[in-house]
Antibody, heavy 120, light 109 residues
Framework: EVQVVESGGGLVQPGGSLRLSCAAS????????MSWVRQAPGKGLEWVAS????????YYVDSVRGRFTISRDNGKNSLHLEMNSLRAEDTAVYYC?????????????WGQGTMVTVSS | EIVLTQSPGTLSLSPGERATLSCRAS???????LAWYQQKPGQAPRLLIY???SRATGIPDRFSGSGSGTDFTLTISRLEPEDFAVYYC??????????FGQGTKVEIK
């Protein structure tokens, strides 16, 4: 079964750090762009970051650039999001998602999400 | 930066009715890079349509997408009870970046 499973969410104080992980299975992980998409409580979807299949290029939404780092380990079929200098507005469910080039880079596989709460 | 504006914000319809959802882009898009998703409460989004008009795997044919340039439409021909949800359009753009619309909620009338 093709799936991705996130972990690592939790409660963190403003200014703190957190590392999210995503374990992929059922597909050739190293062939796909991978991304993080978030959703604040009661709000819409927001793309956060993406990384090329070989990890050579990374892209971020302006609001997290310089604070968040996306990375991947193709040997372990895993994706990560290192989040630093966290703010209240980063509170959201964070989804790991696969982008399929043949589908115009649409996100065709999603995890169940992991909740990040930034609060004192 | 391309902005996607979805309308209406909420659509109140009855099962069996036709739903027409709009997604308007602030600049012309490449149709190949326009997608639609469905999200139900407490669940992850699900890809419905990619390339503006191609159904994703396992998506019923009552869902269809159309449009080009700046105007795109998701149509649900006959609403089933399980179709009441929030729908998002999304585009992949240069840089690269991914952008979502703000969503349309389809609720039971």
């Amino acid at each position: 079964e093709v799936q991705v499973v996130e972990s690592g969410g939790g409660l963190v104080q403003p200014g703190g750090s957190l590392r999210l992980s995503c374990a992929a299975s059922g597909f050739t992980f190293s062939n796909y762009w991978m991304s993080w998409v978030r959703q604040a409580p009661g709000k819409g979807l927001e793309w956060v970051a993406s990384i090329k299949p070989d990890g050579s290029e990374r892209y971020y939404v302006d609001s997290v650039r310089g604070r968040f780092t996306i990375s991947r380990d193709n040997g372990k079929n895993s994706l990560h999001l290192e989040m630093n200098s966290l703010r209240a507005e980063d509170t959201a469910v964070y989804y790991c998602a696969r982008a399929r080039m043949a589908a115009g880079y649409a996100f065709d596989i999603w995890g169940q999400g992991t909740m990040v709460t930034v609060s004192s | 930066e391309i902005v996607l504006t979805q309308s209406p914000g909420t659509l109140s319809l009855s099962p069996g009715e036709r739903a027409t959802l709009s997604c308007r882009a602030s600049q012309s898009l490449t149709s190949a890079y326009l997608a639609w998703y469905q999200q139900k409460p407490g669940q992850a989004p699900r890809l419905l349509i990619y390339g503006a008009s191609s159904r994703a795997t396992g998506i019923p044919d009552r869902f269809s997408g159309s449009g080009s340039g700046t105007d795109f439409t998701l149509t649900i021909s006959r609403l089933e009870p399980e179709d009441f949800a929030v729908y998002y359009c999304q585009q992949y753009g240069t840089s690269p970046t991914w952008t979502f619309g703000q969503g349309t909620k389809v609720e039971i009338k």
